[in-house]
């Protein structure tokens, strides 16, 4: 496609048209008035073979049911460990597997049971997050200005909540 294409925000639509239409695109703009992060989903297509042996073995059936019985109807729910069960380096490594190689909801649903419970805890995982952002940024000076609006956004958060 050889046109100049604008995409007006970047919620859930907007980064969908934005990753179609940004691969033809001559040039691609896209407006936004607040920055948001969209994990990777990383879905992988099973082939006919995989998916023979899972019906056959009865994986359907085992992964609806486990839907049933987890927080957010996954076919996962949260570690039994807390957060600061592990040291630096295993949460880390941890943080790295939920995030870039499993995707999806995994980073927010699959993670440390504490997470959503524990101020302290949730703090702590929103550093891979930040550093993953700006990593993945083509332009690491857009990845930190990116940072330290979200850095601006935390912190009116926490101030806002303990005034």
Not at 73 to 96: A, L, M, Q, V, W
Not at 118 to 134: F, T
């Amino acid at each position: 496609m050889n046109k100049r294409v604008a995409v007006i925000g970047t919620g859930a639509s907007g980064v969908q048209t934005i990753q179609e239409t940004g691969r033809d695109a001559k040039q691609l703009t896209a407006y936004q008035r607040t920055p948001n992060f969209a994990i990777p989903m990383n879905q992988k297509k099973i082939d006919a073979a995989e998916h023979a042996k899972m019906k056959k073995d009865g994986g359907f059936e085992k992964a609806f049911q486990n839907c049933h019985t987890t927080f957010a109807g996954f076919n996962y729910d949260f570690s039994e460990k807390n957060t600061f069960d592990d040291t630096p380096e295993e949460r880390e490594k941890f943080y790295h597997h939920l995030l870039v190689e499993e995707g999806g909801f995994r980073f927010w649903l699959n993670t440390y049971a504490d997470m959503l419970k524990d101020e302290k805890a949730n703090m702590e995982v929103s550093v891979p997050v930040l550093q993953h952002l700006v990593h993945c940024s083509n332009t690491p000076s857009l990845g930190l200005q990116l940072l330290a609006q979200i850095c601006n956004s935390v912190d009116s958060l926490l101030r806002r909540n303990t005034d």
